[in-house]
């Protein structure tokens, strides 16, 4: 499925449309460049210091699709007519189970794209492919969440009609703050 999956979305009158595609070995050096960002470390709970640990994640990326219960996007500044570009982040659905009613959805963005709309211009590509392709299968919510010190992430949440739903409570060492649960179900 993974080799015919291509998502876009449109260009903004100070960005680029982008194109969404699975992962591939191909993407390895600019994930890499990608993880050297302090803050996106910071937010990411994948230690990606090298080429090698790029390669795994994509491994493990790749494997999600096979399995059917993970589907990540790089997520690039589209060229006319191609499914390459400069890689600008990342969205995934993850925690896909048959028949269970909600996902998680998660994101990133690359230190260069920052500031021009691409999370939630991907997340919107997401989110519709996610109920589109999935909701066949039950899907009817999809889950985004983030610390509550994170604030860009709040602003993408709600840019991309993620409602917010709960604080969740701190759950050390993996999540040293309380979080945000923002909800999006299939009907809004």
């Given at each position: 499925?993974?080799?015919?999956?291509?998502?876009?979305?449109?260009?903004?009158?100070?960005?680029?449309?982008l194109v969404l595609r699975p992962w591939?070995?191909?993407?390895?050096?600019?994930?890499?460049?990608?993880?050297?960002?302090?803050?996106?470390?910071?937010?990411?709970?994948?230690?990606?210091?090298?080429?090698?640990?790029?390669?795994?994640?994509?491994?493990?990326?790749?494997?999600?699709?096979?399995?059917?219960?993970?589907?990540?996007?790089?997520?690039?500044?589209?060229?006319?007519?191609?499914?390459?570009?400069?890689?600008?982040?990342?969205?995934?659905?993850?925690?896909?189970?048959?028949?269970?009613?909600?996902?998680?959805?998660?994101?990133?963005?690359?230190?260069?794209?920052?500031?021009?709309?691409?999370?939630?211009?991907?997340?919107?590509?997401?989110?519709?492919?996610?109920?589109?392709?999935?909701?066949?299968?039950?899907?009817?919510?999809?889950?985004?969440?983030?610390?509550?010190?994170?604030?860009?992430?709040?602003?993408?949440?709600?840019?991309?009609?993620?409602?917010?739903?709960?604080?969740?409570?701190?759950?050390?060492?993996?999540?040293?703050?309380?979080?945000?649960?923002?909800?999006?179900?299939?009907?809004?």
């Amino acid at each position: 499925m993974n080799d015919t999956v291509i998502l876009r979305a449109g260009a903004t009158p100070s960005a680029p449309a982008l194109v969404l595609r699975p992962w591939c070995m191909e993407d390895v050096a600019a994930l890499t460049e990608a993880h050297r960002d302090p803050t996106l470390r910071r937010w990411t709970s994948s230690a990606v210091e090298n080429e090698a640990d790029a390669a795994r994640w994509v491994q493990a990326q790749e494997r999600g699709w096979a399995a059917g219960d993970r589907f990540g996007f790089a997520v690039l500044e589209a060229q006319p007519d191609s499914a390459h570009g400069q890689l600008v982040g990342n969205v995934v659905v993850k925690e896909v189970a048959l028949g269970e009613p909600s996902a998680e959805v998660g994101y990133w963005t690359a230190a260069h794209a920052r500031g021009r709309g691409v999370a939630p211009r991907a997340l919107e590509a997401l989110t519709r492919w996610a109920f589109d392709t999935l909701g066949t299968d039950g899907l009817k919510r999809l889950e985004l969440l983030h610390q509550v010190d994170n604030l860009a992430s709040c602003r993408v949440a709600r840019k991309s009609r993620y409602n917010f739903d709960t604080v969740l409570p701190a759950a050390p060492p993996s999540y040293p703050l309380d979080g945000h649960l923002h909800i999006r179900r299939r009907d809004a």
